[in-house]
T-cell receptor, first 114, second 114 residues
């Protein structure tokens, strides 16, 4: 069974629209960590955020915000007022004990159209 | 110098060739990783090195041979590959592997096996 599910394979939005990328994870651990990474066309994965399972407070960083809900095992990512430079593949990931591996979801390809 | 560099960025090789991928990190990290990213598939962890010792070999075929001479350098030696090995190979590093440290990725090597 897939531990990290990103149901949206591809999303296209028009510039300045808001967009939410969904992530659902599966774990039996009580302590775990969740990540979001961005992979632009250049190929390099860029770290965006890390969140531990005890911190359900939503986080906002500029145009980015993350909604962590343990009750639904979701860690969704919203981009407000999207820009063309946001076009990339976004990966959600999970790390469980002993935390030596990061399990990546299949990714969501976001295209922001000018 | 950027955090994690990889060379070459693109590589085309025949099935009988021997080639090596190189990764170098300038972040003072102690753990390094090789991932394989194939089209339409999640990132697959291949190898983990922690303080130059291999701690993970994720059932990778022996035609892939990693080498970690020091904490800053990681190689992936390739020999008699198959066309299905064509993929983007990503290197990453983190402070160490047995704790939840953020992994920082290089730009990847796009490998094509003819």
């Amino acid at each position: 069974a897939q531990k990290v599910t990103q149901a949206q394979t591809e999303i296209s939005v028009v510039e300045k629209e808001d967009v939410t990328l969904d992530c659902v994870y599966e774990t039996r651990d009580t302590t775990y960590y969740l990540f979001w990474y961005k992979q632009p066309p250049s190929g390099e994965l860029v770290f965006l955020i890390r969140r531990n399972s005890f911190d359900e407070q939503n986080e906002i960083s500029g145009r980015y915000s993350w909604n962590f809900q343990k009750s639904t095992s979701s860690f969704n990512f919203t981009i407000t007022a999207s820009q063309v430079v946001d076009s990339a593949v976004y990966f959600c990931a999970l790390s469980e004990a002993p935390y030596d591996k990061v399990i990546f979801g299949p990714g969501t390809s976001l295209s922001v159209i000018p | 110098e950027t955090g994690v560099t990889q060379t070459p960025r693109h590589l085309v090789m025949g099935m009988t060739n021997k080639k090596s991928l190189k990764c170098e990190q300038h972040l003072g990290h102690n753990a390094m990783y090789w991932y394989k990213q194939s089209a339409k598939k999640p990132l697959e962890l291949m190898f983990v090195y922690n303080f130059k010792e291999q701690t993970e070999n994720n059932s990778v075929p022996s035609r892939f041979s990693p080498e970690c001479p020091n904490s800053s350098h990681l190689f992936l030696h390739l020999h008699t590959l198959q066309p299905e090995d064509s993929a983007l190979y990503l290197c990453a590093s983190s402070q160490e592997s047995l704790s939840v440290d953020t992994q920082y990725f290089g730009p990847g090597t796009r490998l094509t096996v003819l």
